[in-house]
Nanobody, 117 residues
Framework: VQLQASGGGLAQAGGSLRLSCAAS????????MGWYRQAPGKQRELVAF???????IYVDSVKGRFTISRGNAKYTVNLQMNDLKSEDTAVYYC????????????WGQGTLVTVSS
């Protein structure tokens, strides 16, 4: 399974950015698809994902500002990030969970989001 992420870049505080991710390869099962992020000096944290039921799940710090959605193509997901804050600055990693007996993650290459205040 390969994941290709795009988007990201530099935005001012209060601005918006959009991330996209496309998964390809042999995907027999898709439990979830979404995004983690890792800020400098911090642990990687879950940002948002879409589960197998199509529901978007968010970490509290991004609720009301970020929206995750499925793309038009199969195995694609978008993350619309509005009202960006400096604390959103991080490398964002797309992932898919394809595990049959528990979580099994595949990761994208990471894309940098920088929010200037």
């Amino acid at each position: 399974v390969q994941l290709q992420a795009s988007g990201g870049g530099l935005a001012q505080a209060g601005g918006s950015l959009r991330l996209s991710c496309a998964a390809s390869g042999s995907i027999a099962r898709l439990n979830a698809m979404g995004w983690y992020r890792q800020a400098p000096g911090k642990q990687r944290e879950l940002v948002a994902f879409i589960n197998s039921g199509g529901n978007g799940i968010y970490v509290d710090s991004v609720k009301g500002r970020f929206t995750i959605s499925r793309g038009n193509a199969k195995y694609t997901v978008n993350l619309q990030m509005n009202d960006l804050k400096s604390e959103d600055t991080a490398v964002y990693y797309c992932y898919v969970d394809t595990g049959a007996d528990g979580p099994f993650y595949h990761w994208g290459q990471g894309t940098l989001v920088t929010v200037s205040s």
